[in-house]
């Protein structure tokens, strides 16, 4: 494996974008942030600013009416958002799981079919890959399709499914095939007003709370079969490449998380006084804060580094974004601990977002595998 020495550059325009998301997350986002924890509801009011501010889906090539951002501006989008609402970073994140398939895979058609109402914010789509009975292992799903005429009948459950009741489309996976294992899974574009087609309940969840998350069932669905992204059997490698590149945002939205929770941390120890000091002042307390520091900025180097590499198409990409995931998700879980630590009982209350970040940046070593599954395809790639 190459582990040749990669450099990235940030360009002024990855600076304007992150400033341009900041000012929008701080002015927004931010004050929405506890409310949105509270309530469980989908904010649509941030869903709205951000297709205002296009950046709904910034990552749509030009060729169809995107903004062609490069690998490491959706990275910053996602981490400037996640930094004051981990719920909120998940609209654009989503999104760019829901259709990085059919960018990868698709035909020029099917592109052009759908991806400039992406581009403009008017369809959104999400990825539905597990179920209650493949999370981990996928591949032994049991959702199928089967070939009707010039259609095919769809017919299961997915599992899980970030921003189902909201997207309009549907990355969905489903077994073509159930003599070739993964060889017989492919993937579709599944429209939420096609007949058959339906959502669950909204899964209560320990954080993430303003982004649904539930059941897609499809009943006896029938779709045309020029839905199909890429040819037929070519679905489960679809979805694995998908999430090479999307765990590079999972990566940028858990340092995200942890910068926010490192920012609150540093305002209180300045603040908070005992034994006639600024917490601040303590030794004990300044280590944990240089760790912190320490600890964030080298996952977000490690996600820009592996974002860049994507961007040059750099072959190792797989163990890049399962370094990048894996060790921000547990750099945010580390850091947000330590930063409710830090408040002490106020760290503890929902008084202060702490406790709010502590709970978002769990999800991060759980979802689009786990860190567990990273581990395993790291060592893969190592052994390879
Ligand atoms: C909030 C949320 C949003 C999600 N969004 C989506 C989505 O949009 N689309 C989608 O398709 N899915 C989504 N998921 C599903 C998610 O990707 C799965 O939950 C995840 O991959 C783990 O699968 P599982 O829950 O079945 O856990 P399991 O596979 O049952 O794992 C349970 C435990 O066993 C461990 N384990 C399993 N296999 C191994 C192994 N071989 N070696 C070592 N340890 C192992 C795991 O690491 C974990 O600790 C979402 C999940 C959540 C909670």
Redesign the pocket.
């Known amino acids: 494996m190459n582990t040749g020495f990669d450099v990235y550059r940030l360009t002024d325009e990855h600076d304007l974008l992150r400033k341009t998301v900041r000012d929008l997350a701080l002015d927004v986002i931010a004050p929405r942030a506890a409310e949105i924890d509270l309530t469980g509801e989908y904010p649509q009011d941030v869903h709205d600013a951000l297709k205002a501010a296009d950046m709904l889906a910034i990552h749509v090539p030009e060729e169809y009416g995107g903004a062609g951002a490069d690998k490491i501006a959706h990275c910053i989008l996602v981490e400037e958002v996640a930094r004051v609402c981990a719920s909120s970073s998940l609209i654009p994140m ?1 999104n760019k ?2 259709t990085t398939g059919l960018i990868l895979s698709g035909s020029d058609e099917l592109k052009a079919r759908y991806l400039p109402a992406v581009a403009r914010g008017e369809a959104t789509f ?5 179920e ?7 591949a032994s799903m049991k959702t199928r399709a089967v070939r009707d005429g010039d259609g095919f009948v769809l017919n299961g459950t ?7 009741g909201v997207s309009t489309h549907y990355t969905l996976m489903a077994v073509t095939d159930p003599t070739r294992g993964a060889n017989g899974i492919s993937a579709f574009v599944v429209h939420a007003d096609d007949a058959g087609f339906s959502v669950g309940q909204k ?1 209560r ?1 320990l954080g ?1 709370h303003g ?1 649904p ?1 539930r059941e897609i069932y499809v009943e006896d669905c029938r779709i045309p079969a020029d839905r199909m992204i890429g040819e037929e059997g070519t679905g489960f490698k679809t979805a694995l490449k998908t999430l090479d590149h999307t765990r590079l945002g999972i990566g940028a939205q858990a340092v995200g998380i942890a910068q926010g929770a490192l920012d609150h941390a540093l305002a209180y120890v300045k603040e908070r006084r005992q034994f006639d000091q600024r917490i601040a002042d303590f030794q004990g307390v300044q280590f944990m804060l240089a760790d912190m520091g320490m600890r964030i900025e080298a996952a977000r180097q490690l996600v820009y580094v592996a974002a860049a590499a994507a961007e040059r198409g750099e072959p190792n990409l797989t163990f890049r974004s399962s370094a990048a995931k894996c060790f921000a998700s547990d750099t945010a879980m580390a850091v947000t601990t330590d930063a409710v630590q830090l408040l002490g009982g106020a760290g503890y209350t929902m008084d202060f977002p702490l406790e709010r970040m502590m709970r978002d940046a769990k ?1 991060t070593q ?8 990273q581990r ?1 395809v790291m060592a893969r790639a190592l052994l390879k």
């Open positions: 989503g799981l829901g999400s990825y539905a890959l597990s209650r009975e493949a999370g981990s292992d996928a997915k599992a899980w499914i970030t921003g189902a899964e969840k993430i982004s998350t999800i759980i979802y689009e595998g786990t860190n567990q599954i395993m």
